[in-house]
C-alpha cells in the first residue's frame, strides 16, 4: 500500500526516479529547500511499499489579497508549483490524490482557487487537470524559457460558488504581465 505523507528535506536525496522524466521540471536544491521551509503544508509525498518516490506535489499560497476575501488584485490561491508522477506509478490514482491534498489544504487556508501553469503542447496534463475541475484561466505566452506557451488553469475552491476567480481572459498575455506573487 501506498503511503501519502508530508514532503521532507531526506526525499530531495532519492526523488531522482521521479525528475528523470523529460516533462518534468527539475529545481536547485535551493528552490526545493524554500518551498519546505515557507510551505510545508503544501509539499507531500508518495511512497511505495518498498519505499521508492512514487511522485509528489509542490506547491505554496500566494496572492495580494487577505485569506477570505475577494480583493481587488490577485485572490489569495494555493499554487500547484510541481507535481509529478514517474511513468512506471502513472494511471493508479497517484497524481490525483497529490492534487486533492493540495487542494484542501488549499481550501482550510482560505484560498479562493488553486491554480497551475501547464505547457499549453501537454495535452495529456490539460485532459487530467480538466477532469480535477480546473478550466484554462488565462493563455500566457512564451511562459517557458520564452519558447513555449502555457495555460494558466485554476480550479475554484468552496469559497468561490459562483466561480469568479476562474472566468477565462479573451486574450493571451505575456509572463511579465502576470501579477508578482
Known amino acids: 500500500m501506498a503511503t501519502l505523507r508530508r514532503f521532507s528535506p531526506f526525499d530531495l536525496l532519492r526523488f531522482n526516479n521521479v525528475n528523470l522524466d523529460p516533462l518534468t521540471e527539475t529545481f536547485t536544491m535551493g528552490f526545493y529547500l524554500q518551498y519546505l521551509a515557507k510551505w510545508p503544508q503544501y509539499c507531500f509525498n508518495v511512497d511505495a511499499p518498498h519505499g521508492r518516490s512514487m511522485g509528489y506535489v509542490l506547491g505554496k499560497a500566494e496572492g495580494s489579497g487577505a485569506p477570505g476575501k475577494l480583493d481587488a488584485g490577485l485572490p489569495w490561491h494555493g499554487h500547484v508549483t510541481a507535481v509529478t508522477v514517474p511513468p512506471e506509478y502513472r494511471r493508479l490514482g497517484t497524481a490525483h490524490a497529490l492534487m486533492g491534498l493540495l487542494e484542501s489544504v488549499s481550501d482550510h487556508e482560505a484560498a479562493w ?10 495535452g495529456v496534463a490539460i485532459s487530467f487537470y480538466e477532469s480535477l475541475g480546473y478550466s484554462v484561466c488565462r493563455h500566457v505566452l512564451g511562459y ?38
Open 113 to 122: 482557487f488553486v491554480d497551475l501553469f501547464v505547457r499549453r503542447s501537454n
Open 144 to 181: 517557458y524559457s520564452g519558447d513555449e506557451d502555457a495555460y494558466d488553469m485554476r480550479k475554484p475552491l468552496s469559497r468561490d460558488a459562483d466561480r469568479r476567480s476562474a472566468v477565462p481572459l479573451p486574450n493571451p498575455i505575456h509572463p511579465e504581465e502576470l501579477e508578482d506573487d
